[in-house]
T-cell receptor, first 115, second 118 residues
Framework: DGGITQSPKYLFRKEGQNVTLSCEQNLNHDAMYWYRQDPGQGLRLIYYSQIVNDFQKGDIAEGYSVSREKKESFPLTVTSAQKNPTAFYLC??????????????FGEGSRLTVL | AQTVTQSQPEMSVQEAETVTLSCTYDTSESNYYLFWYKQPPSRQMILVIRQEAYKQQNATENRFSVNFQKAAKSFSLKISDSQLGDTAMYFCAFEGQAGGTSYGKLTFGQGTILTVHP
């Protein structure tokens, strides 16, 4: 089935460690996104990519990094510089090009807990 | 910058009844889209309904409809004949179109937890 796969679903990290969250899609979508979800704050955009080998910072990019070497993959690294990394992370993708405000397809999310 | 406000942290409704979730937004853009997304307890977020700002007619998808008041910058979601499967967190979201281009940069509200009781 087509969709977005995020892994791992749960991740525990010690302070000072970098961790990488995986996001893979087989929907042939050009655009991919990373959102952070915190209770009472909704979703906030971390990074987004409209095309392979190109990505832009979202509203809360500090302490995070991404890469987009393949159309299907958009991994997110939470670095030790992120001061409050404990959160639920959602990856999404969208097709249709830049003039189409269509549906975002989301993965099931990854919950990161810093110990 | 755009802001999206959902003033109802939690709502509840009896099965088969109607419930309305509120959403207001603030923007200076003239072209934009508004969305309602649903996040069930399983956590995978899905699109419920979408409204183009240039369309005066309110969007409808089966039991889900919106009341879009552009001048008041209000975008409420009405769920008719509520079902147990409607229990979820609902997010209102805004996407501006600068120069006719969408980048998928959505601004989300804080969410409303809806519980449907049998």
């Amino acid at each position: 089935d087509g969709g977005i796969t995020q892994s791992p679903k749960y991740l525990f990290r010690k302070e000072g460690q970098n961790v990488t969250l995986s996001c893979e899609q087989n929907l042939n979508h050009d655009a991919m996104y990373w959102y952070r979800q915190d209770p009472g704050q909704g979703l906030r955009l971390i990074y987004y990519s409209q095309i392979v080998n190109d990505f832009q910072k979202g509203d809360i990019a500090e302490g995070y990094s991404v890469s987009r070497e393949k159309k299907e993959s958009f991994p997110l690294t939470v670095t030790s510089a992120q001061k409050n990394p404990t959160a639920f992370y959602l990856c999404a993708s969208r097709g249709g090009g830049r003039i189409y405000a269509g549906e975002l397809f989301f993965g099931e999310g990854s919950r990161l807990t810093v110990l | 910058a755009q802001t999206v406000t959902q003033s109802q942290p939690e709502m509840s409704v009896q099965e088969a009844e109607t419930v309305t979730l509120s959403c207001t937004y603030d923007t200076s853009e003239s072209n934009y889209y508004l969305f309602w997304y649903k996040q069930p307890p399983s956590r995978q977020m899905i699109l419920v309904i979408r409204q183009e700002a240039y369309k005066q007619q309110n969007a409808t998808e089966n039991r889900f409809s919106v009341n879009f008041q552009k001048a008041a910058k209000s975008f409420s979601l009405k769920i008719s004949d509520s079902q147990l499967g409607d229990t979820a967190m609902y997010f209102c979201a805004f996407e501006g179109q600068a120069g006719g281009t969408s980048y998928g940069k959505l601004t989300f509200g804080q969410g409303t937890i809806l519980t449907v009781h049998p």
